[in-house]
């Protein structure tokens, strides 16, 4: 049974750090690639960051590039996201999904992944 659990969320000041865990279960990290997505209030679900399975390429979007890292470790099937220098506008649930083959042409569109996770709240304010 596939299964993604996110954990990690929570309050945090701007300027500040939070680091997301995605577990999975069901599936090996050595064979999916894995997409952080998040969604603000009154807002679509928009792609943050994804990791590929087998190379690791890594793929940030605009607005968090130079803050954000994703990395993953396999031996924990776990996925991170690491978010620093938080803004305000970073306030969303923040939701991780699988997809089989991730690359720079696909990484951001929703309809590519197949199970997702069922969300992790960030909310930046002072």
């Known amino acids: 049974q596939v299964q993604l659990v996110e954990s990690g969320g929570g309050l945090v000041q701007p300027g500040g750090s939070l680091r997301l865990s995605c577990a999975a279960s069901g599936f090996t990290l050595d064979r999916y690639g894995i997409g952080w997505f998040r969604q603000g209030p009154g807002e679509e679900r928009e792609g943050v960051s994804s990791?590929?399975?087998?190379?690791?390429?890594?793929y940030y979007a605009d607005s968090v590039k130079g803050r954000f890292t994703i990395s993953k470790d396999n031996a924990r099937n776990t996925v991170y996201l690491q978010m620093s220098s938080l803004k305000p506008e970073d306030t969303a649930v923040y939701y991780c999904?699988?997809?089989?083959?991730?690359?720079?042409?696909?990484?951001?569109?929703?309809?590519?992944?197949?199970?997702w996770g069922q969300g992790a709240q960030v909310t930046v304010d002072s």
């Open positions: 999904a699988r997809a089989r083959a991730i690359d720079g042409s696909n990484w951001y569109r929703r309809g590519w992944y197949d199970y």
């Open positions: 990791i590929s399975a087998r190379n690791g390429n890594k």
